[in-house]
Structures are given as C-alpha cells and as structure tokens.
C-alpha cells in the first residue's frame, strides 16, 4: 500500500467551537473555528487588536480553552498534551526575549551570554541543520545577548526557535527587527521546511511584501471572528487586485468603517450608576 502523504491529507491544527476570553463579560473567540492542513503555510491577518497573537498562544498551547477536542494540533490537545511542546513538534516564536519589570515595561534579558552558549545549550540538535541556521542567520556566536542590537537578539531568538525540526510553527511578526536579506532568506528556508517536511507554519504579520509567493493559504480575522481562511490562489479579491497589501488594506478600511457606522454607546455597568430600581430609594 502506497505510504500516507502526510502534507496532502492530514489536518495539522483543528480549532472546532472555540470560546475564549480574558474577561468573562466580553469573549474574544465565540464559535470560532479554523482547519489547517499539513504543509500549509498560512498567513494570519487582522487588525490591531483582532485576535491574532491570541491565537497562536492559543495554538501554542499557552491559554487553556475548555475541552481537549476544542483546539487540536497535530490530533492532540494544544494545551493538555504537553508533550507537542517539549518534542519540539509545536514550536511558538512571538514577543522578544525580554521581562516585564513594573513601571519600567518590557526591558531586554540583561544576563551576560554568548550566542554560542545559547544556541549549543540545547541538546540533541542535528549539527547540519544547527551550522544551516547559524550561516543562514548570519549569528556571530561572539555577541553578548546584553550588548547585541534588537535584530541581533532576534536572529539568536529565531534560531533557537528552529534547532528542533518542527512539525508545526507559529509565528508572531518576528521577522519586524530583520533586514531584508535576512528576512527573504528565513521566509524561502520556512518554504523549503513545509515543502520538503510537510511542515505547517502560521504567521501573523502586518509587512506583506513577498508574501504573496510564499503563503500558500491566508486566514483573516476581525474582532476575534474568522471572516476568511482558504488557499491563496482561491482569494477572489486577490485577482483583481495588484497585489496582497492592497486586498488587506481594502478588507481592514471597510472594517473600520462598518464599526464606525455601527458603534453603540458602551453598557455601564458600575454599581454607582444610578438605575431605574435605585430610585425607589430615593
Ligand atoms: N493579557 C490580556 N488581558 C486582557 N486582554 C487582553 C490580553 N491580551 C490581549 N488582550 C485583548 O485581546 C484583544 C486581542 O488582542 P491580541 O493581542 O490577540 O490582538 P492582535 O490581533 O495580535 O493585535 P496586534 O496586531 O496589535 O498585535 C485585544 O482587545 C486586547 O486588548
């Protein structure tokens, strides 16, 4: 019998009803639901605020929703089977490496390491794929994590990120501090590793350039709701129009302004307003 051809059948991430919210009175994600297959490489679009990172923490297994069939990833829980995560089969790459610090805010790692220490801390790593990352990063393994500029830091962040061949990567707008060599060269490696591996890669970004070669499904969000998830080349809009940028641009200006035209004024729901039973105390 002919093998399974994991990147043409399986579903790779499965969310299925998801409900999710940071304030009980005001879900985020209701009913939502998103399939992905194996290989895809889909790029997550919305506006600020939309619900982007959310999801992929979500995906990432870093948020618990309720019910172990509700967000799947590779067919397993993405919160409860924390084994996707320690495998390395689930890999999340957001935020930048520092700490939130009171008043002060996000304030980078100050620890004194090389880039050396960092990435041959981590064990079992195929030393080819770890030299292809190292070159492919273009990582002097002499920088010092305190001293090394916020894109330096960010290629050691992305390349520890990918010592383990992932089988599913979410991306959350990490390639912002990269110059443009280094940007085009990950984005054509991220290709190679869904091409070649049957790879899975969501990224969320809002810089489209060269995206509309190297994204091969698009997933659009609007105040937490799935308002479009199908191929690229399957997008009407995106054949009449010049190119990705454009067609996103277009999508988020109509959205502000359908918000504009259907803003109610806001529920107060302080116990010092006064209501219609307060006066009977009056
Ligand atoms: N820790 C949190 N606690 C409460 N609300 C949060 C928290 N994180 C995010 N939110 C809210 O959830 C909503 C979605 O935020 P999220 O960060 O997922 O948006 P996003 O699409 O990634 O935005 P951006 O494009 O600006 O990165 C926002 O309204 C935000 O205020």
Not at 50 to 65: E, F, N, Q, R, Y
Not at 140 to 165: A, E, F, T, Y
Not at 179 to 206: N, P, S
């Amino acid at each position: 019998m002919a093998e399974k051809n994991a990147s043409a059948v399986d579903g790779a991430i499965r969310v299925s009803g998801m409900q999710f919210s940071y304030d009980v009175q005001d879900p985020i994600f209701f009913d939502f639901n998103l399939d992905l297959p194996a290989g895809s490489r889909c790029l997550l679009v919305g506006a600020n605020g939309s619900g982007k990172t959310t999801l992929l923490k979500i995906l990432a297994g870093k948020h618990m929703v309720g019910g172990k069939n509700v967000v799947q990833v590779l067919d397993r829980s993405a919160f409860h089977d924390t084994e996707l995560v320690c495998s390395g089969d689930l890999s999340y790459l957001g935020g930048s490496w520092s700490k939130t610090a009171g008043s002060a805010g996000d304030i980078p790692l100050q620890g004194d390491f090389s880039a050396e220490h960092m990435i041959f801390g981590v064990e079992g790593i195929d030393p080819f794929r770890r030299e292809k990352l190292i070159d492919l990063l273009d990582i002097n393994l002499q920088w010092r994590m305190h001293k090394v500029s916020d894109g330096q830091r960010r290629r050691v962040q992305i390349c520890m990120g990918l010592l383990h061949p992932f089988k599913v990567l979410l991306l959350d707008e990490v390639t912002v501090d990269l110059d443009v060599v280094a940007r085009m060269d990950l984005l054509e490696f991220f290709k190679e590793e869904c091409e070649q591996r049957g790879a899975t890669i969501v990224y969320a970004t809002h810089i489209f350039d060269g995206l509309e070669t190297w994204a091969s499904h698009l997933a659009y969000i609007n105040g937490g709701e799935l308002k479009l998830s199908a191929k690229l080349d399957e997008i009407k809009d995106l054949k009449t129009s010049p190119n990705l940028l454009s067609v996103v641009e277009a999508w988020l200006r109509s959205e502000t302004k359908v918000e504009k035209k259907t803003k109610k004024k806001p529920v107060v729901t302080s116990p010092f307003m006064s209501s219609r039973q307060m006066a009977y105390y009056r």
